[in-house]
């Protein structure tokens, strides 16, 4: 078993997650304006990746970029990790390769805790992906806490490149928001990944404040 064949009923019965619907729930995050390359990267590869219509060409001609200007936005202050294998518990089936990681680190050289981001590409079916990407946020918490780092909310987003859902995992509790972002709403798609990574740094670095330094 691997991240690939969770579903939601699965999850709930071996990890206890509880999905919960919630439409609109990043609508109050602002969207961010992008950069000039990004918006030309994008006039460019954008048709290649969808009428090549691959998971590759999607996420090659289309995520990477998006989660490229998300990195730059934050001043490369995050990891952005592409295709890595990330085996946490491969008894419990927490194995196989992650699409795209983005950690709380500027290590790019090798997955390092905390993870705070997940973003799984899809050709075509984002419901298939919600499953999968789902048991990789778990396996993210799971990752985080083993390596002594706790982070309150794992993020994630299941794509096609040309649409983009989001959700939350906090716990185990999922939030699913049924809001569909499209590409032509790439400033609030870097919006949410922006916020969602300016929050979970703060609470790193408040979390830092807080132990004694002896």
Known sequence: MSYADFSLASLQSQFGVRVRRQPGLFQEYPPVPVSSWLQETLRKLSPI?????????????IVLPILAEV???????????????????????????CDFLLSLTEQLLAVEAPIAVVVEAKNE?????????????????????????????????????????????????ALLD????????????????????KTALAARAAGEERVPTG
């Open 125 to 173: 079916n984002i419901p298939r992906g919600i499953g999968q990407c789902l048991a990789e946020m778990v396996a993210v918490q799971e990752f985080n806490e083993a390596h002594g780092d706790v982070t309150p909310t794992i993020y994630g987003a299941v794509t096609t490149g040309s649409i983009w859902r989001f959700l939350l995992l906090e716990g185990r509790v």
């Open 178 to 197: 049924e809001t569909e972002y499209y590409l032509a709403q790439v400033e609030q798609i870097v919006g949410i990944l922006v916020h969602g990574l």
């Open 49 to 61: 990746g969808l009428e090549g219509n691959t998971e590759k060409a999607r996420s090659e001609c």
């Open 71 to 97: 990195r730059e936005q934050l001043e490369r202050r995050v990891g952005l990790f592409s295709g890595v294998e990330f085996t946490v518990d491969p008894a419990r089936g927490l194995r196989g390769a």
